[in-house]
């Protein structure tokens, strides 16, 4: 067990909808970093946030927003979803701000199929 | 800008014989270089890391890896493989010139035969 937590696990929603996937960090970890991950696309970096603030922005599309709260859990929003958002989205954690040195603790994942 | 290539994406071994995951990357900068571990339905899990220290890093589960800058590689070995072995694995590249955001690799999936 990582300590991160992430849900839904599993989630079906037809073409147009909007959905939230939520992660809550492992305990004392500032940084939470979402990633996307599928078959076409292997694992692509979408956003960072550091104890409540945006710290980077990768390959994420208009649609698709996140937050980081008070109490570090964040939240990836997920609009007008496409057939090709379905995908893994994993949320990992870890303690500081920079990916250099530390390791990154990840959750199982929310397994999004859009229909 | 930072990328890794794995050069195999799959990689076929029977159980007791030595395992070799290629991993090449490529940055600008001083990287740090990880490889994680992805058993079916799970989340990734850290194997052993680079970080500027000693160039022949231990992991978990008899994995090793060996920093070499003049190849630009960090290849993944285990000496002798077994069956829970089987996974997706993924090497890792973070450095400056990626704002250390960890850059990942396709990943190339361990088969263990019995």
Redesign the interface.
């Known amino acids: 067990d990582?300590g991160?937590t992430q849900t839904p696990k599993h989630l079906i929603t037809a073409t147009g909808q909007r959905v939230t996937l939520r992660c809550s960090p492992r305990s004392g970890d500032l940084s939470v970093?979402w990633?996307q991950q599928s078959l076409d696309q292997?694992?692509q970096?979408l956003i960072?946030y550091y104890n409540g603030e945006e710290r980077?922005k990768?390959n994420i599309l208009e649609r698709f927003s996140a937050q980081q709260f008070p109490d570090l859990h964040s939240e990836l929003n997920l609009s007008s979803l496409e057939l090709g958002d379905s995908a893994l989205y994993?949320c990992?954690s870890s303690v500081g701000l920079?990916?250099?040195?530390g390791?990154?603790f990840?959750?199982?994942?929310s397994r999004l199929t859009v229909l | 800008a930072q990328s890794v290539t794995q050069l195999d994406s799959h990689v076929s071994v029977s159980e007791g014989t030595p395992v070799l995951l290629r991993c090449n990357y490529s940055s600008s900068y001083s990287p740090s270089l990880f490889w994680y571990v992805q058993h079916p339905n799970k989340g990734l899990q850290l194997l052993l890391k680079y970080t500027s220290a000693a160039t022949l890093v231990k992991g978990i589960n008899g994995f090793e890896a060996e920093f070499k800058k003049s190849e630009t590689s960090f290849h993944l070995t285990k000496p002798s493989a077994h069956m829970s072995d089987a996974a997706e694995y993924f090497c890792v590249v973070s450095a400056a010139g990626g704002s250390y955001i960890p850059t990942f690799g396709r990943g190339t999936s361990l088969i263990v035969h019995p």
């Open positions: 990582s991160v970093y990633y292997g694992l970096f960072q980077a990768g994993f990992a920079t990916g250099n040195t390791e990154l990840f959750g199982e994942g």
